[in-house]
């Protein structure tokens, strides 16, 4: 069994900061990519960043800038630092990390529960 628990979502006033945690747990063996989603009311999904496990990054263009991704490999977290937030960033945000357990070799993709990020004054 693998859990991913997110944390630290939350109001934040239009152009504050707000830092998501994600935690995995379990039977892992390793973990290749972490990454954020999210989504906003009737919108799809979306990938927000991405951080593989040699520390390579991507960030959907709306946030670059503001946004910054980073992962403790020895905590088997990772964590977005959410700077100059904007009404539009408002979504409940997912943790996803794709991992291999110590009883399979095949890398599967497993989500956290989400947590919201709401922007608003």
């Known amino acids: 069994q693998v859990q991913l628990v997110e944390s630290g979502g939350g109001l934040v006033q239009p152009g504050g900061s707000l830092r998501l945690s994600c935690a995995a747990s379990?039977?892992?063996?390793?973990?290749?990519?972490m990454d954020w989603y999210r989504q906003a009311p009737g919108k799809q999904r979306e990938l927000v960043a991405a951080?593989?496990?040699?520390?390579?990054?991507n960030y959907v263009d709306s946030v670059k800038g503001r946004f910054t991704i980073s992962r403790d490999n020895a905590k088997n977290t990772v964590y977005l630092q959410m700077n100059s937030v904007k009404p539009e960033d408002t979504a409940v945000y997912y943790c996803?990390?794709?991992?291999?357990?110590?009883?399979?070799?095949?890398?599967?993709?497993?989500w956290g529960q989400g947590t919201q990020v709401t922007v608003s004054s």
């Open positions: 996803n990390a794709k991992i291999a357990t110590i009883f399979s070799r095949v890398w599967r993709d497993y």
């Open positions: 379990g039977s892992i063996s390793s973990i290749a990519a």
């Open positions: 951080i593989t496990s040699g520390g390579s990054i």
